[in-house]
């Protein structure tokens, strides 16, 4: 098992820039794939970006390519979503998620179903 904690969010104004952490503890955390997610207002939770549990394979939703980049730091335990030139609609809570994989994980995950584990979330509100 594994437990996720995300930082703390914040409010931004449109076009800036913010840098969200996923410290994780218990289980190996180079055993999982990584997701990142999120959630607006009125709206069901939706795929952000994912990462490979190896060599660092990685997914991004149409809407945030080329403006977030998702990582991960197998001995710092963590995983960042860095996000810039944000906009009003990337408000939302954000998700870190964890899917175990046995042996070598070359696999991005979109599918929210396919996570084990969940963090608590953070709020991302971006200002126009």
């Known amino acids: 098992q594994v437990q996720l904690v995300e930082s703390e969010g914040g409010l931004v104004q449109a076009g800036g820039s913010l840098r969200l952490s996923c410290a994780a503890s218990?289980?190996?955390?180079?055993?999982?794939?990584m997701g990142w997610f999120r959630q607006a207002p009125g709206r069901e939770r939706e795929f952000v970006a994912a990462i490979s549990r190896s060599y660092g394979y990685t997914d991004y939703a149409d809407s945030v390519k080329g403006r977030f980049t998702i990582s991960r730091d197998n001995a710092k335990n963590t995983s960042n979503l860095q996000m810039n030139s944000l906009k009003p609609e990337d408000t939302g809570v954000y998700y870190c998620?964890?899917?175990?994989?046995?042996?070598?994980?070359?696999?991005?995950?979109?599918?929210?179903?396919?996570?084990?584990?969940w963090g608590q979330g953070t709020q991302v509100t971006v200002s126009s």
């Open positions: 998620a964890a899917k175990f994989i046995s042996g070598i994980g070359l696999v991005v995950y979109r599918d929210d179903t396919q996570y084990d584990y």
């Open positions: 218990g289980r190996t955390f180079s055993t999982y794939a």
